[in-house]
């Protein structure tokens, strides 16, 4: 069946440091691609999406990158802060069909 | 607009116990989803209604699951008899379009089934 696969589980970074996470999807139709944050307590909130035209989507300090080819897609988070510190998920789908996620990564900001 | 609500947050059963557990969407979405995430593994999909209408449930694992949306407003998932694998966070979404594009997840029921 369809999956995505994300890496790494856990990230543990610097303040001021970037931080990548990368996914992998295995359903050729996928055509959207969400990145959710979710902080300790509350559910997963959506913080950047990108389709599948196209190939890189950057908002303030997040950027999203996609390599349709390859059926990768990426989470870019420059000049990382204590709040950046959550699970981050990524998740693949076809536009009308069910979201497939990722597992999850847990990120850690040092002070 | 107030969020999707879910309720209650937490609940310790028994194995062979009855759960349910409620999900209240934005109003005015007629798209609600149901999720589970076991410990440490990916957000898995449950199942889908479209108004009252189940539109996917593909996700739902064993006859022991029953969702219900009567009248298309907040939904229900009830766990007959809950087992030890069970045990997980149930998440509920809700969006105006189909897919969940700009889905809003409410903050989950920690179920946990000892």
């Known amino acids: 069946g369809e999956n995505v696969e994300q890496h790494p589980s856990t990230l543990s970074v610097q303040e001021g440091d970037s931080a990548v996470i990368k996914c992998t999807y295995s359903d050729s139709a996928s055509n959207y691609f969400p990145w959710y944050k979710q902080e300790l307590g509350k559910g997963p909130q959506l913080i950047i999406d990108?389709?599948?035209?196209?190939g890189e989507k950057k908002d303030q300090r997040i950027a999203v990158t996609l390599n349709k080819t390859a059926k990768h897609f990426s989470l870019h988070i420059t000049e990382t802060q204590p709040e950046d510190s959550a699970v981050y998920f990524c998740a693949a789908m076809a536009i009308g069909f069910k979201t497939i996620f990722g597992a999850g990564t847990r990120l850690f900001v040092k002070a | 607009e107030a969020g999707v609500t879910q309720f209650p947050s937490h609940s310790v059963i028994e194995k062979g116990q009855t759960v349910t557990l409620r999900c209240d969407p934005i109003s005015g979405h007629d798209n609600l989803y149901w999720y589970r995430r076991v410990m440490g593994k990916e957000i898995k999909f449950l199942l889908h209604f479209v108004k009252e209408s189940k539109q996917d449930e593909s996700g739902m694992p064993n006859n022991r699951f029953l969702a219900e949306r009567t009248g298309g407003t907040y939904s229900t998932l009830k766990v007959q008899p809950a087992e030890l694998e069970d045990s997980g966070v149930y998440f509920c979404a809700s969006s105006r379009d189909r897919g969940a594009l700009s889905g809003t997840f409410g903050s989950g029921t920690r179920l946990t089934v000892v």
């Open positions: 990108i389709r599948s035209n196209v």
